[in-house]
């Protein structure tokens, strides 16, 4: 005979919640933009991620690809963060300083201290012994040097540049201040300092604003 006590059911668990894949990947970007790709461990990937090390290499494959993709991640940032600013810009002095602006923006964003670049600033260290790295650091850097040429032949069509400036060793020239305000920044450079750097460069690149 029943005494009207409910019997409770335990309820089963259900499947953990799947990670969706861009998160996971923004995650091991921040994981890898602090540590290098060397000094961010799979426990630190699979902390950040949220992912146990099986859903990992399932997602992504090794350490190494998972790297290479965060690279192309943060590629898209960049594109994201000046490319259309530098295009639209009306003049090319206006499209440097909003290059080099935006590229500050993602070189000291997040947490203090900044991090300045994450290609420049990981991918350069593993570079001499990690082929793939070493390869896609050049497709990145040979990317902004592409674009830096492609808006100053652009000044050069508009009448802002001499036609006989040498443009692709103008825009390595601007290429390198870029680099040297990632690292600066990573360094501990203030935005103020590292804007009358940028400011002092397209100076020396274009000559003093008229």
Not at 33 to 41: D, K, L, R
Not at 77 to 88: D, K, P, Q
Not at 146 to 165: F, W
Request: aromatic residues 6%; charged residues 20%; hydrophobic residues 45%.
């Amino acid at each position: 005979m029943q005494d009207g006590t409910k019997i409770s059911t335990p309820r089963r668990r259900g499947r953990p919640r799947r990670v969706e894949p861009g998160a996971a990947l923004d995650r091991a970007l921040d994981a890898f933009w602090t540590g290098g790709y060397t000094g961010t461990s799979l426990d630190e990937l699979s902390a950040a991620t949220g992912m146990n090390r099986p859903s990992l290499y399932a997602a992504f494959g090794d350490k190494r690809q998972l790297y290479l993709m965060a690279l192309a991640r943060f590629g898209q940032m960049m594109e994201a963060a000046v490319g259309t600013a530098m295009a639209e810009a009306p003049t090319l002095r206006d499209a440097l300083a909003r290059f080099y602006d935006g590229a500050l923006d993602v070189y000291l964003s997040g947490d203090a201290p900044a991090r300045g670049c994450f290609v420049i600033c990981t991918a350069a260290v593993d570079a001499p012994e990690e082929p793939l790295i070493r390869t896609a650091l050049q497709d990145v850097l040979a990317l902004i040097d592409r674009k830096l040429v492609a808006r100053l032949r652009q000044a050069v069509t508009a009448g802002e540049l001499p036609a006989d400036r040498d443009v692709e060793l103008l825009g390595a020239l601007a290429a390198a201040t870029l680099h040297s305000l990632a690292i600066r920044a990573r360094a501990g450079a203030s935005r103020e300092q590292l804007a009358a750097l940028a400011a002092a460069s397209i100076a020396q690149l274009l000559g003093p604003a008229t």
